[in-house]
């Protein structure tokens, strides 16, 4: 299912720039690609804007094919490294992986979406040690890009643990995900709110047990007399009529301490 918006059409015509870095990544599309997106390359009147949003406005399209295969081979390069390159900075690396997988989004890439895919558990580990700041974290543009990559449900456990485990951003983009994920393994669209999105929601919470408040607290706002008799009332089995419009059952006793316990 392609997620993507149709590229932009040129809106002006290409300078020798732009033209130039065409040329070369015709001819060495991997060695192209990694100057792009390490900022080595002077897109001329393109320049301002991010390498996702530029690229689809001057990049034929009979070129995505290429594209497509050697963006795939340059992330995996990348996930066999161990170290940020020699020639680059940090901050400027963390830049390329960012724009990498923002070009997951902005065109239609399915060999390097699924190959993203695929290796997500891997990707993520790596990408942990790629941080160098919040503005220079590549983590969420890798999330947004793998939510909008899905053609079955094969990411559904990595999407429940970074529900159970993530940061609160990491989480939101995990709920995006699983909203995004389709129906079944065929890739049917979701219609209406997704279970997984629930089970996703569900983990998120954290579970609090609050004490159960005593006697003495609970005499603070209570006659003494009133709270023995309600907790003497208390069945131990189906219910237990209170008053004509208040039933008690075995747990409300509990339910209710627990309420009042909260700090």
Not at 83 to 110: C, H, M
Not at 165 to 181: S, T
Request: charged residues 20%.
């Amino acid at each position: 299912m392609n997620t993507t918006a149709p590229p932009t059409p040129p809106s002006k015509a290409l300078d020798s720039s732009e033209e130039k870095w065409l040329d070369e990544f015709a001819q060495k599309p991997l060695e192209a690609l990694d100057r792009l997106l390490l900022g080595k390359v002077w897109l001329g009147g393109y320049e301002s804007a991010e390498i996702a949003q530029a690229l689809p406005q001057f990049l034929p399209m009979a070129q995505h094919e290429t594209l497509d295969g050697t963006l795939c081979e340059w992330l995996a390069t990348q996930l066999k490294k161990d170290e940020t390159p020699a020639d680059v900075s940090i901050k400027a690396y963390a830049r390329a992986l960012i724009n990498a997988f923002g070009l997951l989004q902005a065109i239609d890439l399915p060999r390097a979406r699924s190959w993203t895919t695929v290796n997500v558990s891997r990707l993520w580990s790596w990408l942990k040690s790629q941080v160098v700041s919040t503005s220079r974290d590549p983590r969420p543009s890798f999330l947004r890009a793998l939510a909008l990559s899905q053609s079955n449900r094969d990411i559904l456990p990595f999407w429940s643990s970074l529900c159970r485990q993530g940061r609160r951003e990491q989480v939101q983009l995990a709920l995006f995900g699983l909203r995004r994920m389709p129906k079944d393994d065929e890739g049917t669209p979701e219609r209406g709110v997704p279970r997984a999105l629930i089970r996703g929601l569900l983990d998120y919470m954290n579970t609090y047990e609050a004490p159960l408040a005593t006697l003495a607290q609970l005499g603070r706002a209570h006659a003494s007399n009133y709270v023995n008799e309600l907790i003497d009332a208390s069945p131990t089995h189906g219910y237990h009529k209170v008053d004509p419009d208040t039933d008690m059952n075995p747990f409300t006793v509990t339910a209710a301490l627990r309420a009042a316990g909260l700090p």
